[in-house]
């Protein structure tokens, strides 16, 4: 049985998706199974891939559902007790699998941990500013601002996806974000400062791209961990502050383009949920 489950979700990038298949075909660490997920390609990705010889399991969605679904059809199909993503624009250096599981063989408290990256924007490396830097170990309270754990460079015990639930397939975008802070609430996550991940960015058509009003499904993320229930008293404290934050610029931003009536509900939403954490709000 393979140790190792690496995930790779795919949407019409079928030169970049051979690219990432040939990275973790690459690793020195070989105890692994590779699952790619075409989540409804229709620029020849099925063919691109027929040069691998059935080197790993093909699943096509047929349509396309989105990456939080993809990545879950991965993991629902995967075996190993350790789980790996990779997106199917980025790429690994061979020793980053390896690397990895040597953290886990010599400490048995760690259940997640990632890897520094060098990221590539638009053909041309970039340095990531200082709040994108990433911290190892309580990560939950530096993660409330933005993302700072990357699916690519990750590798987490599948027993914490069994605790803490799969990516959220209702959320169009931040499913990530949304991820990591149910798992870091109750997690930390160790980074290995060597960057054994490329991560590719600047694509017209990335999510980030395709959705300009991000904080709205971080808000959404942020409402969902409150009522959860699993935080504790320093961490619900930092999630409203974090949460009021959001709705302010949020609320603002909707007030400036005329929307008065949805400017006000964002503007009220954190004192609302505190006044009766149990309601629904129609996010």
Known sequence: MANVSVIIPTFNRAEKVVRAVLSVLSQNFTNLEILVVDDGSRDGTQEALLKFNNKFKYIDHHFNRGVSAARNTGILHSSAPFIAFLDSDDYWHPEKLSEQISLFKGNSKVSVCQTEEIWIRKGVRV?????????????????????????????????????????????????????????????????????????????????????????????????????????????????????????????????????????????????????????????
């Open 127 to 283: 340095n990531p500013k200082k709040r994108h830097l990433k911290p190892s170990g309580d990560v939950f309270l530096p993660s409330l601002k933005l993302c700072l754990v990357s699916p690519s460079a990750v590798i987490l015990k599948r027993s914490v996806l069994e605790h803490v639930g799969l990516f959220d397939e209702s959320l169009p975008a931040c499913e990530d974000y949304d991820l990591w802070l149910r798992i870091s609430c109750r997690y930390p996550v160790y980074l290995i400062k060597r960057p054994l991940v490329v991560r590719e960015g600047g694509h017209p058509d990335q999510l980030s791209a395709r959705y300009k009003a991000m904080d709205r499904f971080r808000i959404q993320s942020l409402v969902k961990l409150i009522k959860s229930g699993v935080l504790n008293e320093e961490q619900l404290l930092w999630t409203f502050e974090e949460l009021s934050i959001k709705c302010r610029i949020y609320g603002t931003g909707c007030l400036k383009r005329g929307k008065v009536d949805e400017g006000k509900f964002w503007l009220n939403l954190p004192e609302s949920l505190k006044k009766n954490p149990t309601a629904s709000p129609a996010l």
